[in-house]
């Protein structure tokens, strides 16, 4: 599987973006799909997670209501919509894929394809 994520850029304080993982591969379907988020000097950290099947999602307890992942099988995307941004939100953000069955989708390690990442940049 190979992901390309894109949506990033810069945004204003409070403001909204979507953004986008596109899956190559005819079995996207069967991957659980993450965000993770990498910041300036700080480790990668889990923003959320998405079975396969669209049924359970998985939240980082910071931000839950602020960011909602989502799927689109047909299309083979995963999307993060972020909202009321903060320029703590600044990072990279980086989709990944999980073949693995039970594995603790906050972790990492349960992901076995990950994309190049998008720049999120979030202004004061």
């Known amino acids: 599987v190979q992901l390309q994520a894109s949506g990033g850029g810069l945004v204003q304080a409070g403001g909204s973006l979507r953004l986008s993982c596109a899956a190559s591969?005819?079995?996207?379907?069967?991957?659980?799909m993450g965000w993770f988020r990498q910041a300036p000097g700080k480790e990668r950290e889990f923003v959320q997670a998405?079975?396969?099947?669209?049924?359970?999602?998985v939240y980082a307890g910071s931000l839950k209501g602020q960011f909602t992942i989502s799927r689109d099988n047909a299309k083979n995307t995963v999307y993060l919509q972020m909202n009321s941004l903060k320029p703590e939100d600044t990072a990279v953000y980086y989709c990944?894929?999980?073949?693995?069955?039970?594995?603790?989708?906050?972790?990492?390690?349960?992901?076995?394809?990950w994309g190049q990442g998008t720049l999120v940049t979030v202004s004061s």
């Open positions: 990944a894929a999980s073949a693995g069955l039970g594995s603790t989708l906050s972790q990492a390690g349960a992901y076995d394809y």
């Open positions: 591969g005819r079995s996207f379907s069967s991957y659980d």
């Open positions: 998405i079975t396969s099947s669209g049924r359970k999602t």
